[in-house]
């Protein structure tokens, strides 16, 4: 079983930064891939994100690269998401999720944070 909890979200004007992080508990955490996923009012929950257990594969829906950057420590049971240059079109609420299947689909993934809230002012 693993618990996941997000923190760093909140109200940023365009062209900011924030730094959103995923605090995990369970042993088995460094042996599962973490996603970062956002939903938008009214939208489809989609993958931003996702980096691989040891880091070395990552991937960034097309929106969001070289904007994004995602990283994880094993040591210290935590994935960050540093968002810079963020749009308008950023705001959503944002989760992580891990799970022995994560992939690319919300559905893949078998445990999730609550959420955190991002909100980007033009």
């Known amino acids: 079983q693993v618990q996941l909890a997000e923190s760093g979200g909140g109200l940023v004007q365009a062209g900011g930064s924030l730094r959103l992080s995923c605090a995990a508990s369970?042993?088995?955490?460094?042996?599962?891939?973490v996603g970062w996923f956002r939903q938008a009012p009214g939208k489809e929950r989609d993958l931003v994100a996702r980096?691989?257990?040891?880091?070395?594969?990552?991937y960034y829906v097309d929106s969001v690269k070289g904007r994004f950057i995602i990283s994880r420590d094993n040591a210290k049971n935590t994935v960050t998401l540093q968002m810079n240059s963020l749009k308008p079109e950023d705001t959503a609420v944002y989760y992580c999720?891990?799970?022995?299947?994560?992939?690319?689909?919300?559905?893949?993934?078998?445990?999730w944070g609550q959420g955190t809230q991002v909100t980007v002012s033009s």
């Open positions: 999720a891990t799970g022995p299947r994560g992939l690319f689909s919300p559905g893949q993934y078998d445990y």
């Open positions: 369970g042993r088995t955490f460094s042996s599962y891939a």
């Open positions: 980096i691989s257990t040891s880091g070395g594969a990552i």
